[in-house]
């Protein structure tokens, strides 16, 4: 099981997530830019070609029972459009895009934060949100060059939990939802 990206995020899941303004921006990807690396990227195109910085959120899910809010950093051009130039695996032509000024009071040392939100209530769920919020504040703090050993202790620690989400996972994911696996096809044609 693995984060994905949700092909829609409802209006009740935006207020959930305390998100007012969603955009879907096109993904064109600079020629020197540098996959997880949006800020030093959108900087980098800005000295060439104009435009400013303009943070926000992006949105991952992790089987339909969390969601991973990720800092992003995109490029705002002098008409006020909005535009992604950092390559994304997951994500080829539209981006979903919650602009957020108050994400650059966020920003340390150059690393953007993560926000995490259970979308229920459940114990094992709350345990593996506080190691991923634990793993995201070493991260920032350490400018991104967090110890291996506090790497494994976390993952660790998430493997212990590991069944219990993965339960709980199948148990919120509807036949016709994105399957919680991440593979991109209905849970139907994937894992039954």
Not at 14 to 42: H, T
Not at 44 to 59: D, H, K, M
Not at 98 to 120: M, N, Q, R, W, Y
Request: proline share 6%.
């Amino acid at each position: 099981m693995r984060y994905f990206d949700l092909p829609e995020l409802s209006s009740d899941l935006l207020q959930k997530l305390g998100v007012k303004d969603l955009r879907k921006i096109p993904i064109n990807p600079a020629i020197d830019a540098k996959p997880f690396n949006c800020l030093s990227n959108v900087n980098s195109y800005i000295e060439l070609y104009g435009g400013s910085v303009q943070f926000g959120w992006i949105f991952s899910c992790l089987g339909h029972i969390a969601v991973k809010m990720t800092a992003h950093a995109v490029v705002k051009s002098p008409d006020s459009s909005l535009m992604c130039i950092t390559p994304n695996e997951y994500r080829a032509e539209l981006l979903k895009f919650a602009p957020d000024d108050s994400v650059e009071k966020l920003v340390h040392g150059g690393f953007l934060p993560t926000k995490i939100k259970g979308l229920i209530d459940n114990e094992p769920l709350n345990k593996y949100i506080d190691i991923e919020k634990e793993l995201d504040k070493l991260r920032l703090n350490s400018k991104g060059v967090v110890p291996q050993i506090e790497i494994q202790r976390l993952k660790d620690k998430g493997a212990e939990l590991y069944p219990a989400i993965l339960s709980l996972a199948k148990r919120h994911t509807g036949r016709n939802n994105q399957c919680y696996c991440g593979s991109g096809k209905k849970r139907k044609k994937c894992c039954n």
